[in-house]
């Protein structure tokens, strides 16, 4: 079965600092991943996605994702944080579902950012 | 488009009570989704729905029941609410075709069991 491990609960940053959010998966064959953020009171918005081509990934409000197999890694960066970036950010590995259609995501447990000014 | 809507916004009920959520999605998805949220455990997928007439399990189904009669709505039940399932609960929809399957998701139902 698939899984992700985002292993930073909170992650705190001064507003113009650089970001990088870990996640880790598991999962036995090439696997698709997902970056969503959730602002405060808010569903989820889909922030970026892979699943094959060119293994760094840019995606909306200025995110990039690089996807290294070697490391079962997908980190989600930015290079200058907005004070309204300030949210939960979820990491997610699609995985065929138990029907073998599509994909159904695992998401991790979610990063928190605080950002500070 | 309104997207994936969800009613109601926010509920308190009483221990044993029972209630159901509604989600509804414009966007012609054929999969929807039923999460909870709880702090610390991020999104647990609760039941989903591959097409009108069908549902399945998810990774914590016990103490609920979903039905998706139309294709654009997916009902998630609970017929007796225990204060365990306080909980925001997020609705989802995918479109299968595209092979990456991105979720939109609804704005959340807020549910509280006293």
């Known amino acids: 079965a698939q899984s992700v491990t985002q292993p930073d609960i909170h992650i705190t940053v001064s507003e113009g600092a650089s970001l990088e959010l870990r996640c880790n998966y598991s999962y036995g064959a090439t696997p698709y991943l997902f970056w969503y953020v959730q602002s405060p009171g808010q569903g989820l918005q889909l922030l970026l996605k892979?699943?094959?081509?060119?293994?760094l990934v840019q995606g909306i409000k200025g995110f990039e994702a690089e996807f290294k197999r070697s490391q079962s890694s997908f980190n989600l960066r930015k290079p200058s944080v907005h004070w309204s970036d300030a949210a939960e950010y979820f990491c997610a590995v699609g995985a065929r579902s138990a029907s073998g259609g599509s994909y159904i995501p695992t998401f991790g447990r979610g990063t928190s950012l605080i950002v500070h000014p | 488009n309104a997207g994936v809507t969800q009613t109601p916004k926010f509920r308190v009920l009483k221990t044993g009570q029972s209630m159901t959520l509604l989600c509804a999605q414009d966007?012609?998805?054929?999969?929807m989704y039923w999460y909870r949220q709880d702090p610390g455990m991020g999104l647990r997928l609760i039941h989903y729905?591959?097409?009108?007439?069908?549902?399945a399990k998810g990774e914590v189904p016990d103490g609920y029941n979903v039905s998706r009669l139309k294709k654009q709505n997916f009902l998630l039940g609970l017929e007796s609410a225990a204060p365990s399932q306080t909980s925001v609960y997020f609705c989802a929809s995918s479109y299968p075709r595209t092979v990456a399957n991105e979720q939109f998701f609804g704005p959340g139902t807020r549910l509280t069991v006293l």
């Open positions: 729905s591959v097409g009108e007439g069908t549902t």
């Open positions: 966007m012609n998805h054929e999969y």
């Open positions: 892979y699943f094959s081509g060119d293994t």
